[in-house]
Structure formats: C-alpha cells, structure tokens
C-alpha cells in the first residue's frame, strides 16, 4: 500500500500509510490543515490545491485540460500545481511528497 506526506502551508506534516483513493479524499479524511474539497472531487474548485514535489512531477503527471482551466484560476499556480481531487494514489506514487496551497 502507497504513503503519501502532505506538508501544509505552516509545515506540519501528516503521513498516510495505506493511502488510497485521491490525494483529496485521503486529506479529507485525514484532517490535514488546507485541504477542503468543496466540490466533492468534481474539478470544479481549488480548495485541493497541492504542488507535487519536483521529483514526483513525472510519476504524478500533468493536469488535464480541464483541471488546467481551474488551476489558471489561481494566483499561487504554477508547473507542480495539480488538484488533489484528480490524482489517484497508486502504489507507483508510494512515498509521494505534496505541499498544500494556503487558500
């Protein structure tokens, strides 16, 4: 099973062992500071917002079309910026490493 470590806005750490689902549902239900999913996990809000660290960028991948749109959006965007909501944990991504975007 996959670890994920999200690092919020205020450096605390959570570390999920036996991550599974999307990043926003596994920070949701895990309470970590800075991660709502006001949508639900629909691609319509930012409030999952996380920048996946460098070395994790090609294994995590590039947003779609549509995810782009709503991440154009914000004025904290950039190339790492992905919404949690559209990113399935898998066992290639264990020991993955995301900073939470302070909404």
Not at 15 to 32: F, P, S, Y
Not at 68 to 85: N, P, V
Request: hydrophobic share 40%; aromatic share 2%.
């Amino acid at each position: 099973m996959a670890t994920v470590t999200f690092i919020t806005a205020s450096g605390e750490e959570t570390v999920v062992e036996n991550a599974i689902g999307t990043l926003m549902r596994i920070a949701v239900d895990n309470g970590v500071e800075g991660i709502y999913g006001d949508c639900g996990g629909v691609c319509s809000c930012s409030t999952c917002h996380v920048k996946v660290r460098p070395e994790w960028l090609a294994k995590v991948g590039e947003a779609s079309e549509i995810e782009q749109d709503i991440l154009d959006l914000e004025d904290e965007s950039d190339e790492r910026s992905r919404l949690g909501c559209q990113v399935d944990m898998t066992d290639e991504l264990d020991g993955l490493v995301v900073d939470v975007v302070e909404i």
